[in-house]
C-alpha cells in the first residue's frame, strides 16, 4: 500500500474511533446537567443517584474522547501536509478557535465538577456541568465548520501565486450553509445517541428488576429524548440531503447508486447484484422518494454518476470523479436504517411506559439492550458516507485527496503509526468496554445518609 | 508589530503556558512511584493534579491550533518532519489521559500498579521529548528549498537536543517536586522538598548547559533570559529548602518562563531554520496565514483569552488547599471478582 492508502485508513480508523466518544459526550453531558438540575430544585434523593450513576459513564466515555482528539488536531500536519499547507488559512482557524472557546470551557468546568460535589455551592456546581455542556456544543460548531468548508468551500479563493486557498469571509465559513445542516443533524444525533445508550442500559437493569427507582424515570427521559432527537435527526438529514444535491451531486447519485439522469428518480432501499451500473439483478424501489429527497418534489430531476462524471471531467480536467459506490450506497442506507430503527424501539418503549405501565412481557428489555449499538454504527456509517463520498476531494473541487498527502513521511512511518494507533486503540477499546458494562451493571450508589457532625476533617466526596 | 509577530509571540505564550501548567503535572507523573510510598500516597500525588491537569493540557492544543491557523507552513513542516517523534507524544499524552480516570474504578492492586506506571511514562516521555523537538526546533532541521524535511528519525536524536530533552525532563520533575511541597502534607511534603534539592541541582546543570549552548549559538538577549533562568532555578532552591513553597514554586514557574522565552527569542524571525541553507528556513514571513485571518485570529484571541485565564485561576482557587492522606476517601473502585 503507498503512503496515500495508509494515510487514509489511518485518518478513517482514528477519526470513526474518536467518534464513537465524542456524540456520546455532547448528549449525555446535557442528560446528566438535566438529571442534576432536577436534584437541586426537587431535592429529591433518586435524581441525585441518577446524576450519579450516568456521571460516572460519562466521565469513562469523556476520558477515552478527550484522549482520541488529541491525535485528530496532530494528524492533519503529520500525514497531510500538503492539505495543511494548502488550506491553512481558512481551516487552522477553526480549529483554533475550538480550542480557545470550546476545549478549555469543557476540561476546565468538567474538573471543577467531577471534583466540585463538596467545594462549591449547590447551584454553582450545577452551573459547571451546564458550562461544559455548551463547551461540548461550541466544540462541535467549529469543528463542524471546518469540515463542512471542506464539503462545500465557501468564503474562500485559491491564490494562483502562492497555489494556496484564502480566507476572503470568514462570517461565511461559519454561516456556510453546509456547516448549519451538519451541525443540526450531528446535534440532534448526538442526544438521539445518549438516549439509546441510557434506553439500552435501565433496559439492562430493569429487566433484573433492579434499582426501578433510578431507572424507570431515567428510561422514560431517554425514551422522549430519542422520539425528538429522532424526528430532528430526519428533518435535518432531509435539510442536508438537498443541500448535498446542490453541492455535492456527485455524492448523491453514489448514495443511490444512480448511474443514469432520471425523473422522476425512485429510492432504492434495498439490492442484489452489482453496484457498477452494468446490471441489477433486483431492487425493492419506492417510487418518486429519491426526488423528494434531492430536490424537495416527487418528481425532481436527479443527475445520474455518468452525466456528472462527464460535467467534472469537463469543469476540472480528466480523471475519475466517482467515489467507491458500493461503500457511499450501503453507508447511506444503513446510517438511514439505523436511525429509523432507533425511533421505532423509542415509539415502541413509550408505549409499552405509557402512564406509570412496566411491560409485562420480557422481549422489549434485552431488544432495547441490543439497540444501544444502533446509534453508534449509524453515526459511523453516516460519517464514512460524508467522507467517502466526497473523494477523489479532500476540499470539493478544488484540492484532491492524492495531492493532500505529505510528500515526505514514508510509508513505512504511516505503516508504523497505523499499526501503532490500532493496537493501542483496540487495547483501549476492550479496557473501556470492560469499565462500561462493569459500571454498567453496578448500578447507581446507594441512598445518601446524612453525614455525622464532627469536628474531624472529613475525606473529599470525590477523588481519583 | 507587525500581526505575524504578534502571532509568533502568542505561540510562544501558549508553549509558555503549556510548559509552566502542564510542566508540573508532568513533574508530578514522573515522580508518582518515587513520591508515592503505598496506594493512597499515590492517591494524593494524582489529586493535587486531578482537577487541573486536562485544562492544563488544552494549551498544547490551542498552540497545535494556533501555529496550523497563523503559521500553517511551520505546523505542515513541523508536524510532518517531527513524525516518529509526535507519535510517541501521542501514544504518551492518551495512554496518560485515560491512566487517570481508569486507575480508580478497579479494585485491583495490579490494576492500579499497571496505571500508575502509564502514568509515569505518559508523563515522563513527552516531558523529554517536548525538550527534543525544541532543541531541534532552535538549531534548524534540513529543510529542502520546498520547506520539506529531509532527515530521519535520528536526525532529529543529535546531542543538542537529547540534552534539551534531559533539561525539561529534570526542569518540569523539580517544577512538580516544589508543586508537591506546595499542595500536599506531612510526610509526602517532606520527601518531595528533599527530592526537589537534588532535582534542582539537576535542572541547574542540564538546563545550564543547554541555555548555555543555546545562547553561545544565538547570543544577545539569550544571555540575560537564560542567566535569569539560572538565577530563579538557585532561588527556588533555597526557597524550598526554607520552605518558602509558594515562593519557590513561583521561581520554577519564572524560569520556565524564562527558558522558553530564551529558546523562541533565539528561534526569532525563524520558526523553522534550515539547516541545508538558510535560504530554506520558514521564517515568520514566509510561513505565515494572510494577514486577513490573522486579524481575525488576533481578535478572537483579545476577546477570549482573559476569560480563559480569569476561570482557569479561579479553578486554581477553588482548588487551593493542600491535600493530605486523610482528605482521600475510601476507594471507589468495584471490586474484581476471581471466576
Redesign the interface.
Known amino acids: 500500500m503507498s503512503a496515500l492508502d495508509l494515510a487514509r485508513w489511518q485518518f478513517g480508523i482514528t477519526t470513526v474511533y474518536h467518534f464513537i466518544f465524542v456524540p456520546l459526550t455532547i448528549g449525555l453531558s446535557f442528560l446528566v446537567a438535566g438529571m442534576q438540575t432536577a436534584w437541586v430544585r426537587t431535592g429529591n434523593g433518586k435524581y441525585r443517584r441518577m446524576t450519579k450513576f450516568w456521571g460516572k459513564l460519562f466521565?469513562?466515555n469523556?476520558?477515552?474522547g478527550?484522549?482520541?482528539g488529541?491525535?485528530q488536531?496532530?494528524q492533519?500536519?503529520?500525514?497531510w501536509?500538503?492539505y495543511?499547507?494548502f488550506?491553512?488559512?481558512?481551516?487552522?482557524?477553526p480549529?483554533?478557535?475550538?480550542?480557545?472557546?470550546a476545549?478549555?470551557?469543557e476540561?476546565?468546568?468538567?474538573?471543577?465538577w467531577?471534583?466540585?460535589w463538596d467545594?462549591?455551592p449547590k447551584k454553582l456546581h450545577l452551573a459547571t456541568i451546564w458550562i461544559a455542556s455548551i463547551g461540548t456544543v461550541l466544540s462541535a460548531y467549529f469543528i463542524l465548520a471546518a469540515n463542512s468548508w471542506m464539503q462545500h468551500p465557501v468564503g474562500s479563493i485559491v491564490n494562483p501565486a502562492t497555489g494556496?486557498a484564502?480566507?476572503?469571509d470568514?462570517g461565511a465559513v461559519l454561516t456556510n450553509s453546509t456547516a448549519v445542516g451538519a451541525f443540526a443533524h450531528t446535534i440532534t444525533a448526538c442526544f438521539l445517541t445518549a438516549g439509546m445508550f441510557v434506553v439500552g442500559i435501565s433496559a439492562w437493569q430493569l429487566r433484573r428488576q433492579k434499582n426501578a427507582d433510578v431507572f424507570r424515570p431515567s428510561m422514560k427521559l431517554a425514551l422522549v429524548t430519542v422520539l425528538i432527537a429522532g424526528l430532528g435527526v430526519i428533518v435535518t438529514g432531509d435539510l442536508q440531503a438537498r443541500l448535498m444535491t446542490e453541492q455535492q451531486p456527485m455524492k448523491m447519485a453514489a448514495a443511490e447508486a444512480l448511474y443514469d439522469t432520471v425523473a422522476p428518480a425512485s429510492f432504492s432501499l434495498f439490492t442484489i447484484g452489482s453496484l457498477d451500473g452494468s446490471q441489477e439483478k433486483f431492487s425493492i424501489r419506492v417510487p418518486g422518494v429519491l426526488s423528494f429527497m434531492a430536490t424537495g418534489t416527487f418528481d425532481g430531476r436527479v443527475e445520474g454518476i455518468n452525466n456528472l462524471q462527464a460535467q467534472e471531467q469537463q469543469a476540472y480536467g480528466p480523471g475519475e470523479y466517482r467515489p467507491d459506490v458500493p461503500v457511499t450506497y450501503w453507508t447511506f442506507r444503513l446510517m438511514i436504517g439505523f436511525g429509523f430503527l432507533c425511533l421505532l424501539i423509542s415509539l415502541v418503549g413509550l408505549w409499552l411506559f405509557r402512564r406509570g405501565r412496566t411491560p409485562r412481557g420480557r422481549w422489549f428489555f434485552p431488544v432495547a439492550t441490543a439497540g444501544l449499538a444502533l446509534p453508534f454504527l449509524a453515526n459511523s456509517v453516516g460519517w464514512i458516507f460524508t467522507e467517502m463520498g466526497r473523494q477523489p476531494w479532500s476540499v470539493f473541487g478544488v484540492l484532491k485527496t492524492a495531492d493532500s498527502v505529505?510528500?515526505?513521511?514514508p510509508a513505512s512511518?504511516v505503516l508504523?503509526?497505523l499499526i501503532?494507533f490500532t493496537l493501542?486503540y483496540g487495547v483501549?477499546a476492550v479496557?473501556?468496554g470492560v469499565?462500561m458494562v462493569?459500571?454498567a451493571k453496578?448500578g447507581p450508589p446507594p441512598p445518601e445518609e446524612p453525614a455525622a457532625e464532627s469536628d474531624e476533617?472529613r475525606?473529599?466526596?470525590?477523588?481519583? | 508589530m507587525a500581526l505575524t509577530d504578534i502571532w509568533f509571540l502568542l505561540i510562544a505564550v501558549l508553549w509558555t503556558g503549556y510548559f509552566v501548567l502542564e510542566g508540573f503535572d508532568f513533574g508530578v507523573g514522573t515522580l508518582l512511584r518515587v513520591l508515592g510510598r503505598d496506594d493512597t500516597d499515590r492517591?494524593v500525588l494524582?489529586?493535587t493534579i486531578?482537577?487541573?491537569w486536562?485544562?492544563n493540557?488544552?494549551w498544547?492544543?490551542?498552540a497545535?491550533?494556533?501555529?496550523?491557523?497563523?503559521?500553517?507552513?511551520w505546523?505542515?513542516?513541523?508536524?510532518?518532519?517531527f513524525?516518529?517523534a509526535?507519535?510517541l507524544v501521542?501514544?504518551a499524552?492518551?495512554?496518560r489521559?485515560?491512566a487517570?480516570?481508569?486507575?480508580?474504578?478497579?479494585d485491583s492492586p495490579r490494576w492500579r500498579t499497571t496505571w500508575d506506571w502509564v502514568i509515569v511514562f505518559g508523563s515522563a516521555a513527552p516531558a523529554l521529548l517536548w525538550g527534543v523537538a525544541f532543541g531541534n526546533i532552535v538549531h534548524g532541521v534540513p529543510l529542502d528549498a520546498q520547506h520539506?524535511?529531509?532527515g530521519t528519525?535520528f536526525t532529529l536524536l543529535n546531542p543538542y537536543a537529547l540534552l534539551g530533552g534531559v533539561a525539561t525532563l529534570s526542569l518540569f520533575s523539580f517544577h512538580g517536586a516544589v508543586f508537591l511541597t506546595l499542595k500536599t502534607t506531612g510526610e509526602i511534603r517532606g520527601r518531595a522538598r528533599i527530592l526537589s534539592r537534588a532535582l534542582g541541582g539537576t535542572a541547574i546543570v542540564f538546563g545550564g548547559v543547554f541555555l548555555a549552548y543555546t545562547a553561545v549559538e544565538h547570543g544577545g538577549w539569550a544571555w540575560l533570559t537564560s542567566a535569569l533562568a539560572a538565577a530563579l532555578l538557585v532561588a527556588a532552591v533555597l526557597f524550598a529548602t526554607d520552605e518558602r513553597d509558594g515562593f519557590a514554586f513561583a521561581s520554577t514557574a519564572g524560569a520556565i518562563i524564562a527558558v522558553t522565552f530564551t529558546l523562541f527569542w533565539s528561534l526569532y524571525p525563524n520558526v523553522l531554520p534550515s539547516t541545508t541553507d538558510s535560504a530554506f528556513s520558514l521564517t515568520t514571513t514566509n510561513a505565515s496565514?494572510?494577514p486577513?485571518?490573522l486579524q481575525?485570529?488576533t481578535w478572537?484571541?483579545v476577546a477570549?483569552?482573559p476569560i480563559?485565564l480569569a476561570?482557569?485561576a479561579w479553578?486554581y482557587w477553588?482548588?487551593r488547599k493542600r491535600i493530605?492522606r486523610?482528605?482521600?476517601?475510601?476507594g471507589?473502585g468495584?471490586p474484581v471478582v476471581r471466576r
Do not use: C, W
Not at chain 2, 497545535?64 to 507552513?73: E, Q, S
Open positions: 466521565l469513562i469523556f476520558a477515552m478527550v484522549a482520541t488529541i491525535v488536531e496532530f492533519f500536519g503529520m500525514n501536509s500538503d495543511s499547507t488550506v491553512g488559512d481558512i481551516f487552522g482557524a480549529l483554533a478557535i475550538e480550542g480557545l472557546l476545549f478549555f470551557l476540561s476546565t468546568f468538567l474538573g471543577l467531577i471534583f466540585g467545594k462549591l494556496r484564502e480566507l476572503k470568514f505529505s510528500p515526505t513521511v512511518s508504523t503509526s501503532v493501542l483501549l479496557v473501556d469499565l462493569r459500571y453496578a476533617p475525606p473529599a466526596a470525590f477523588a481519583y | 492517591r494524582i489529586n486531578g482537577p487541573v486536562d485544562g493540557e488544552v498544547l492544543l490551542v497545535g491550533g494556533a501555529t496550523f491557523a497563523a503559521f500553517p507552513l505546523y505542515s513542516s513541523l508536524f510532518s518532519g513524525y516518529l509526535l507519535l501521542l501514544v499524552l492518551i495512554l489521559g485515560v487517570f480516570e481508569f486507575r480508580g474504578k478497579l520539506h524535511f529531509t528519525f496565514s494572510t486577513y485571518t481575525i485570529m478572537v484571541a477570549f483569552t480563559v476561570y482557569q479553578t477553588v482548588f493530605s486523610g482528605s482521600i476517601p475510601a471507589g468495584l
